[in-house]
């Protein structure tokens, strides 16, 4: 059973930091990413990584979110700093069975249950 479990969310001031987390299990992801999802908003893409290496960032989190994984692990994470109120959501990271990261939610395969995000002002 292929499982994506996040974790990491929580509520931090605007400014502060946090870093998520996502453990996959059941097979192997050589593409991830996170999107999140606002009350009343459409889920958006956040941040992609891809099987070499390669990232990309939507233009609203560039410069401050960082994502990385750890292969071995097969963990996924999202590192982000300054954060504003407008990052609070609900993120999710999601995995594909091809080597390049993707921007379309469509493209991605398995999905976690997300983790909460709340920053307050």
């Known amino acids: 059973q292929v499982q994506l479990v996040e974790s990491g969310g929580g509520l931090v001031q605007a400014g502060g930091s946090l870093r998520l987390s996502c453990a996959a299990s059941g097979r192997t992801f050589t593409a991830m990413g996170w999107s999140r999802q606002a009350p009343g908003n459409e889920r958006e893409f956040v941040a992609a990584?891809?099987?070499?290496?390669?990232?990309d960032y939507a233009d609203s989190v560039k410069g401050r979110f960082t994502i990385s994984r750890d292969m071995a692990k097969n963990t996924v994470y999202l590192q982000m700093v300054s954060l504003k109120a407008e990052d609070t959501a609900v993120y999710y990271c999601?995995?594909?069975?091809?080597?390049?990261?993707?921007?379309?939610?469509?493209?991605?395969?398995?999905w976690g249950q997300g983790t909460q995000v709340t920053v307050s002002t």
């Open positions: 990584i891809s099987w070499n290496g390669n990232t």
């Open positions: 999601a995995g594909r069975r091809y080597l390049d990261g993707s921007r379309r939610g469509s493209d991605y395969g398995y």
